[in-house]
């Protein structure tokens, strides 16, 4: 590894911790490394300000002037809520800044990169650009399509259940698998579920068990919000958001009711009796998110599916089986040949307890 890959995977490590905290901007992290060492860290701080470069910058104090600074994504030159981080980077006095790729927000979009080379800092780009290229892969979706990262989560028995026919879920999987579920929950901005699931488990979809966290949004996608007031989910709106994507179908007084419980109602399109995918989705990215954690249920997961909306995977699978009159993890999808279903690439296989997890990639 060369010494700018080096510094720059320490500088995505930092970045990561602003996942699922710093939407709607991107989770940038930023190393300011001179003569070999580290003086400055910063990474996106939560609601997506400070930017990571102002915080990396604060930290080194004077000690930035003729460092490199290493940072996950060119640093913004817009006049925002805060100063252009190209700015700061110029009067700090860095000499040299290693950034993967170019920021896909228009009001960036190079002009970072020109502002510094115009200040004479040298620039290099490319550095472990497809590590970069991932884990702003959400950011970039919301900015170039308008929507978010969507992660589908299916936690089931061998033969892909989540449920004996009866409706007994609790549990499939071990507590290694459900802990590793809430750590995924708290890397998204927000979790998303379909009424059904909404009905039948009665969630929380909250994380717990990692300590003090920023709780995601809870989302729950129902045409005609059929889910009781009495629900964990409505009775703890005004701790956790809770935002409810329906279609024009959806009673007034259920509406009201749910906004005086303290959620947010995004009126979406229907087609053929659902909600639209691609709509449901574009309502989430104008809202800012980048990145959603879909846990079913089966119909939301099949409908996200086959429209082809689905960029990652994540199974886990236990040791059991529940057979062919238990509940598939995943409703019909309509296809007829193999030609048809959408497929994943496997990027990683994890023994949690004794099941496994397992994540794919579109
Ligand atoms: C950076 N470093 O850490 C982040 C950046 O609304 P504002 O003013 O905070 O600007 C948001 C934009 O800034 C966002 O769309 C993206 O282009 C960039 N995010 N830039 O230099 C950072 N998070
Ligand atoms: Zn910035």
Known sequence: MTDDARHMAHALRLGRRGMGKCWPNPAVGCVLVREGRVVGRGWTQPGGRPHAEAMALGDAGPLAKGATAYVTLEPCSHHGKTPPCA?????????RVVAPLADSDPRVAGAGFEMLRRAGIEVTT????????????GFFLKTEQGRPWVTLKLA?????RIATATG????ITGPEARRTVHWLRASHDAVMVGAGTARSDDPDLTVRGWGEVQQPVRVIASRLIDVPLMSRLASTAREVP??????SEAATETRRAWNSCGATLLQSRVAAGRLEPNALLSALGAKGLTRVFCEGGGQLAASLLAADMVDELV???AGMALGAEGRPGIGAMG????????RFRLVETRVLGNDVMHRWLR
């Open 168 to 171: 007994e879920s609790r549990w």
């Open 126 to 137: 490319g550095v472990m650009a497809a590590e970069a290229a991932h884990d702003h892969a």
């Open 315 to 317: 199974g886990f699978t």
């Open 156 to 160: 089931s028995s061998f033969d892909g």
């Open 335 to 342: 296809v007829d040949t193999l030609a048809e279903a959408p």
């Open 87 to 95: 700015s700061a980077l110029i009067a700090a006095g860095v000499a």
């Open 242 to 247: 809770v935002w409810i994507v329906h279609g």
